[in-house]
């Protein structure tokens, strides 16, 4: 497994925005794929965004459009970029990599509130 650590998370008004990033103990170019989750309160955990080692990017339905998932191979880290948020957004953020080298790796969480 690699060591993922998350930091960005917070409180922040509805239609306010906020950068999620994760840091990665591998060189994240032999990662498979790199997503971010999140589960909210009673709920799965769901897949918000993913991108591979080949640059594809895929979102969930919910969040296109108002979300971005980026990479900084160099600095081995992988961003998410949350505009516009609404209240359905609250809920623990987590990193993960998915490898054909290290298994599936998890980050310890993040919280997002979308509150007025």
């Known amino acids: 497994q690699v060591q993922l650590v998350e930091s960005g998370g917070g409180l922040v008004q509805p239609g306010g925005s906020l950068r999620l990033s994760c840091v990665v103990s591998a060189n994240i170019f032999i990662i498979n794929t790199m997503g971010w989750y999140r589960q909210a309160p009673g709920k799965q955990r769901e897949l918000v965004a993913a991108?591979?080692?080949?640059?594809?990017?895929n979102y969930a339905d919910s969040v296109k459009g108002r979300f971005t998932i980026s990479r900084d191979i160099g600095k081995n880290t992988v961003a998410l970029q949350m505009n516009g948020l609404k209240p359905e957004d609250t809920a623990v953020y987590y990193c993960?990599?998915?490898?054909?080298?290290?298994?599936?790796?998890w980050g310890q969480g993040t919280q997002v509130t979308v509150s007025s």
């Open positions: 991108i591979t080692n080949g640059g594809a990017r």
């Open positions: 993960n990599a998915n490898s054909v080298h290290f298994g599936v790796s």
